[in-house]
Structure formats: C-alpha cells, structure tokens
C-alpha cells in the first residue's frame, strides 16, 4: 500500500515551466495540509502518547517531498524567464523548508514517551501556550509560501516575541523545579530543554520561509527591531 501519492505533479506538463511550477506549488499545498495536520495532533499526541498520527505524517511528507524535488530537477532542464527561474529556486527550498518542520514533530513527542515524564500543571500549560504560537506561526508560513501572502508571512515575524517571552518563562520555570526535590528533575530538564530546541527550530524554519516571501523593504522593520 502506497504511503502517499503526489496529486497535482502532472508529467505532461514538463516542458511548459510555466504550468508545472503552477503543479508544483499545488502539490506543496498537499504537503503543507499534511504538515497543518501534523501540528494539530502535537497537543494529542503529548497528551496520549500517540505517534502514529505523527509517524504517518511525516512518511508521507518524505514521499512527497522526493517527488516534488524530482518533479521540479525534470522542469528545471527547459528554458526559463527570470520570473520563472525565481519561482523554481523558491519551490525547491520551500519544498525543503516543508519537510523541515515535518521531521522534529515526531522526535519531539517520542522522547516524552520513551522517558515516561509527566509534566507539571504549570509546566503543561506554559508549553501549550508556546505550542500554540509555534503552530499559528508554521501554520502561517505555509500557507504564505504557497500563496505568496505578504499579510500572512508578517504574522510569522510578529509571533517572534511572544514565542522568546514564553520560552524564557519555560527555561525560569525549569530553573526553579531543578531545586525542588524530585528524583526525575534533571531527566525533565534535559527533556524539556530538547523540546524547547526543537519548538525553536520550527520557528526558525517558519521565519525564514516568511522572510523568502516579503520584500527587502519590509524586512528591514521586523528584523531589526
């Protein structure tokens, strides 16, 4: 049984650049639904324990990945314009990008499993809030490399300090449970420091496939201040 099945990557459409980049950013909206899927089930997932939504997920954005990558070096072989030699080099990368955030969500929930740690009710709630933001945020990346949307990619910018503020009151709060007296506290710490490596380089990735769709004179504000 096939893991996953491009939807839009049509191979008549190989020597016409113009319509297959149009197939290619369709099929990274596939992808993109796939990996809006993924965020949605993280809170489940830490909740229950459950990594088939996750690991299933991930599979089928690897397969889809490769065909687009493929889909995309076929296209690439034929004459572009300027505008469409720019449009390919960003679909490669945001294919890419797409995977990315894909691959740290499973990891992310596995290590909870496999150490059998149970957070603390301010903990829990602290990470669901940072969670929450780090969703919106990929969310939003997504759909504004696949819609080129400039209002969307900005959303992605301005999360950047609500999720550094709630980071910071995770890291106080993992400071202070380390002098509590708890058998498992460094193991928690150790936990929670990779899940907070993780949730930031999902936003890492998230706030560079923002900045690749706005334009230099926009940027110049938000990355900067």
Known sequence: KEIARPRYLDQELIELPSMALGRARMELGHMGGIVDGMLENIKPALQGRDLGGLARGFDQIVVLRDAVLVYLQKVGRHEFSDLEAGEHARLVTATGMAAAISRDLAPLVAEFETAKIVLSKETAELLERLLQAIEESARSAL???????????????????????????????QAARLAQDDPDRFTKHRLQIELLDRLRRIYSVSEHMAISVLPRSLLAGDLYS
């Open 143 to 173: 759909h504004a490399l696949v819609e080129r949307d400039e209002q969307a990619a900005q959303a992605v910018l301005a999360k950047r300090g609500e999720i550094a503020g709630l980071t910071a009151e995770v890291q106080q709060l």
